[in-house]
């Protein structure tokens, strides 16, 4: 591909002109494809393995799985829903690998930056409801946190997790049920400090 034709694709799907010129062995390329998506996939991960010290590792081996072979994803729109299809499914074959560990016991990454659920309900409320969400399984963990945490439609959501819009909608039903259910003695807390930091 000419330089003209990479400038072209960058100008109109940054991600496919990007995974062209990294299907050639630019390094610059496959490193924009990084910058564009490594905080998504982090914060998936991060949410998924519910903080777990491997977020990183994981998201790592699902770059290195992307630049090994750019060719397997085939349009720039595609990229994101394969990140994070192929990073939450190494998580949970890790999560499963190592179920003797408990999770909790292990030491939690501090996120890069306040989110916006804690800037809304404060630390303590954020924690509160993340560990309800860490109770949840693993796939309404991420439909949750797909739709709500990272502002996914339910369409995009259910493309990245490779299944229907029905069964997306199924997933998020039973999640908020669940966590209803979970934080039934603390919902009117929750709301509280909603308002709190609301006025």
């Known amino acids: 591909m000419s330089a003209r034709n990479t400038e072209n694709g960058l100008a109109g799907d940054p991600d496919s002109g990007l995974l062209a010129a990294a299907a050639l062995g630019d390094e610059k390329a496959f490193a924009g494809l990084v910058d564009r998506h490594y905080e998504l996939v982090y914060r998936v991960v991060w949410r998924v393995t519910s903080g777990h ?98 502002n996914m439609s339910n369409i995009e959501a259910a493309a990245a997790m490779e299944i229907s819009v029905d069964a997306i909608e199924s997933l998020l039903a039973r999640g908020r049920r669940a966590l209803k259910a979970d934080l039934r003695d603390r919902w009117r807390d929750l709301l509280a400090d909603i308002g709190e930091m609301s006025q």
């Not at 397997?72 to 729109?77: A, F, I, K, L, Y």
């Not at 829903?81 to 999770?103: E, F, H, Y």
């Open 53 to 150: 010290a491997d977020t990183a590792d994981i998201v790592q081996e699902a770059f290195l799985r992307l630049w090994n072979n750019p060719g397997q994803v085939r349009q720039g729109g595609a990229l994101r829903g394969w990140l994070i299809r192929v990073a939450t499914n190494l998580a949970i074959d890790r999560a499963r690998r190592k179920q003797g560990s408990n999770i909790d016991d292990q030491p939690e990454i501090a996120a890069a930056g306040p989110d916006a659920l804690d800037q809304v309900l404060g630390d303590s409320s954020a924690r509160e409801i993340e560990s309800a969400l860490a109770r949840l399984p693993e796939r309404q963990r991420l439909a949750l946190s797909l739709v709500y945490y990272e």
